[in-house]
Nanobody, 122 residues
């Protein structure tokens, strides 16, 4: 069992930066691949980024590639999402999730956090 709690969301102007954190409980955190997803009002949840259990491999959605960076610190049971050059279209609730399968599909993820709101003003 893994419990996830996101933090770091907020209101930022376009072009600004935010760093999201996701703290995990449980001693098995380092055995899970971790992902970030987002959901904007009226839209489906979409994949943002994923990092392998070791941190050695990462995936990004094309829409955030070169602007966002996912990383993890297994000693702190935490995964991060550094978001730079934010755009209004990045506005969404951001969720972190844990999976045994290193994939981009939400159905592959077993545990989810409650989400943190990110709002980017133009």
């Amino acid at each position: 069992q893994v419990q996830l709690v996101e933090s770091g969301g907020g209101l930022v102007q376009a072009g600004g930066s935010l760093r999201l954190s996701c703290a995990a409980s449980g001693r098995t955190f380092s055995s899970y691949h971790m992902g970030w997803f987002r959901q904007a009002p009226g839209k489906e949840r979409e994949f943002v980024a994923a990092v392998s259990w070791s941190g050695g491999s990462t995936y990004y959605a094309d829409t955030v590639k070169s602007r966002f960076t996912i990383s993890r610190d297994n000693a702190k049971n935490t995964v991060y999402l550094q978001m730079n050059s934010l755009k209004p279209e990045d506005t969404a609730v951001y969720y972190c999730a844990a999976t045994r399968l290193f994939r981009k599909t939400a159905e592959s993820y077993d545990y989810w956090g409650q989400g943190t709101q990110v709002t980017v003003s133009s």
